[in-house]
């Protein structure tokens, strides 16, 4: 799998907007754009058009595409046009294969891969019905059943490992990891009925690998893992709705405190005023 550097644009609100440098490379299901604070996938063997050698008004891209309802534009490095001409390469031998692609309602791709009259049977991805499209599975199926593979939360941060499954269940052991910005953290060979409430959990809701940390870990520490994962602005944003939750709350206990202040001084106000009146 060949790797491309190359610079992408987002159009909103009709201009072109540069997001960021990427290393690009392809699988067999999607464009993989990475780089040390991003990664996301864009599928590829779905109904996505992409026009070669783009001119928009005074921008042009060697590859223009829309995706989400937005349009996509990338620049390969002009020093080395001979990586554009592989990538396509690998682009069109990737799409050139038979799979089958399902959508949500939202037109996000629900998920894709080998198909039959039966369902998906063999190598698939899955996606959750995010605005990033991430991956919530990617493994094998049989007859639209899980039979091994990789769970994923939604920042991709989290990752269970099931290598046997039957009827949708989880048999025998699984592997847990943690992508810390820095390093990861891997739990293996974990006995799937000795998790507590293992027989609550379900592998086809999208809270399936959230809810499985926090009960072999605990809500602090996941909650603390998210957290350190999100990018900075995420972190402001985040930071400003607690102030926003904190201030609310300064605020109903300070009412509350004056109501009782208030009967407070009407209790005082009504003894006095009968000492005195038993005083006249």
Not at 79 to 102: M, P
Not at 200 to 215: A, G, P, Q, Y
């Amino acid at each position: 799998m060949s790797s491309y550097l190359i610079k992408y644009y987002i159009k909103k609100n009709n201009n072109w907007n540069f997001d960021d440098d990427f290393i690009l490379t392809v699988d067999k299901y999607n464009m993989i754009l990475k780089n040390d604070s991003k990664k996301f996938n864009i599928p590829i063997i779905v109904n996505i058009d992409f026009n070669e050698n783009y001119n928009d008004e005074n921008m042009s891209f060697d590859l223009e595409f829309i995706y989400n309802h937005h349009h996509h534009g990338i620049q390969f490095d002009k020093q080395s046009h001979s990586s554009y001409k592989i990538f396509l390469e690998e682009l069109n031998k990737v799409r050139s294969q038979k799979y089958h692609a399902s959508y949500y309602g939202s037109s996000r791709i629900r998920i894709c891969g080998n198909h039959t009259d039966d369902g998906y049977t063999g190598d698939i991805i899955e996606y959750y019905d995010n605005i990033d499209n991430s991956i919530k599975f990617e493994g094998e199926m049989e007859d639209n059943e899980y039979i091994s593979g990789n769970f994923y939360d939604k920042s991709q941060k989290l990752v269970v490992i099931c290598n046997n499954i039957c009827n949708n269940k989880i048999n025998g052991f699984i592997n847990l990891i943690i992508k810390k910005q820095k390093k990861t953290i891997e739990q293996n060979n974990i006995l799937f009925e000795n998790i507590s409430n293992y027989n609550e959990l379900n592998i086809t809701e999208d809270n399936f690998v959230d809810r499985l940390f926090r009960i072999y870990f605990n809500d602090e520490y996941i909650n603390e893992l998210q957290y350190i994962n999100l990018s900075m602005d995420e972190k402001l944003h985040k930071n400003y709705l607690t102030i926003q939750e904190l201030n609310k709350k300064i605020i109903q206990i300070q009412n509350d405190n004056i109501g009782t202040l208030g009967q407070i001084n009407n209790v005082i106000s009504n003894i006095y005023n009968f000492i005195t009146n038993r005083r006249r």
